[in-house]
């Protein structure tokens, strides 16, 4: 049997005109409120429908940096009256490790509002990974299947591991069940250290965990990164975070999970060194672009968008226009 291998370059960004094949549509909005969240949701929601979830990262007791539950609860009662947070219990011993630490923490950050369901807490279930090279099936939480639809909403951020944490990565390890799918995203089989899969392979196996999740839903799967309280730490991390010094930005939208991903990733490159220095080295040590690269090669969606501005009257616009005059992050 042939050696798996992981790709290269996952250091190195690909600028916009060295990329090819089609775009798809990306929505932008600068306001970073629950009206911005509502808007730009409203563009991308077509798809969701029946018994919806909703995947957050409800984060660790007190994180500084997760969405503020206030924006949520704002979209759940507009727009999500019957909506369940969906969550999975973490790999990592912590606050969110069983079920009942894992309430305990939602209850303390304030995900009050709404049913949460921790997909794994009564077991789990496996989906196909289609085209995938290290997995051909992906465990994830048991009663992901029950849901028609999934609005998969991310606080866009920096990643210890993954260099960043976007769409992407909220589904590809938040999906995953707490005790075998994000064990085999992060460990060698037989290795002793728990971390022991990194850049490209770590890359790639979170993708294809990703890829078994979107495909499950089709068209009834929709993506919004929020780019606020950016720390190069994930709030895995919570009050541990590293501090934020990228500005905030907006929030984006789309059906397409690698366009609003590579949009969000666009945007930081297109900041000032000084402004996003850190993130930018934080997502090239970590080979974090071979997300973006792997989600291409799998088929998942394009990496060229058009990118709307939902504040000037849906005309279109660059990742160039998106950070003119940021304001320095401020607490």
């Known amino acids: 049997m042939e050696e798996v291998k992981a790709g290269k370059g996952g250091e190195k960004f690909v600028p916009y005109n060295e990329r090819t094949g089609n775009e798809s549509v ?27 979830a909703v995947k957050l990262h409800t984060g660790e007791p007190h994180g500084p940096n997760i969405i503020p539950r206030p924006w949520v609860k704002e979209l759940f009662e507009k727009c999500l009256p019957d909506a369940t947070i969906v969550e999975t219990n973490t790999y990592y011993d912590g606050d969110r490790y069983t079920t009942e630490q894992h309430r305990k923490t939602i209850e303390i950050n304030g995900w009050t509002f709404a049913p949460v369901d921790i997909m794994d807490e009564h077991g789990t279930t496996e989906l196909p990974v289609n085209g995938g090279k290290w997995f051909t099936k992906m465990t994830v939480g048991g009663s992901l299947v029950d849901y028609d639809s999934l609005l998969v ?9 993954g260099g960043f944490g976007g769409s992407n990565k909220n589904i590809g390890i938040g999906c995953a069940d707490g005790r075998i799918g994000k064990k085999a995203i992060h460990t060698v089989v037989g290795s002793d250290d728990q971390w022991s899969v990194s850049e490209e392979e770590f890359m790639e196996r979170m993708t294809e965990s990703a ?36 500005p905030n930005v907006g ?33 090239e040590s970590r080979h974090g672009h071979r997300q973006l690269s792997y989600m291409k090669e799998l088929g998942m ?12 009257g849906d005309v279109r616009m660059t990742a160039e226009d998106a950070v003119v005059d940021l304001v320095p992050f401020t607490e």
């Open 26 to 52: 990306v929505y932008f909005t600068r306001d970073l409120s629950a009206a911005g969240l509502i808007k730009v949701y409203k563009k991308v929601c077509e798809g969701i429908c029946g018994k919806v």
């Open 153 to 161: 909403l991310t606080h866009f951020k920096g990643h210890t591991m």
């Open 211 to 246: 890829k078994a999740t979107v495909d499950h839903f089709g068209d009834k799967i929709t993506f919004v990164n929020v780019m606020r309280n950016m720390s190069v730490s994930c709030d895995c991390e919570g009050v541990d975070a590293e501090p934020v010094v990228t």
């Open 251 to 283: 929030i984006l939208a789309s059906v397409d999970i690698l366009a609003v991903d590579q949009a969000c990733v666009d945007i930081v490159y297109a900041m000032k060194k000084e402004e996003n220095h850190d993130l930018v080295e934080r997502i």
């Open 301 to 312: 969606g394009n990496n060229r968008y058009v990118l709307i501005d939902t504040d000037n």
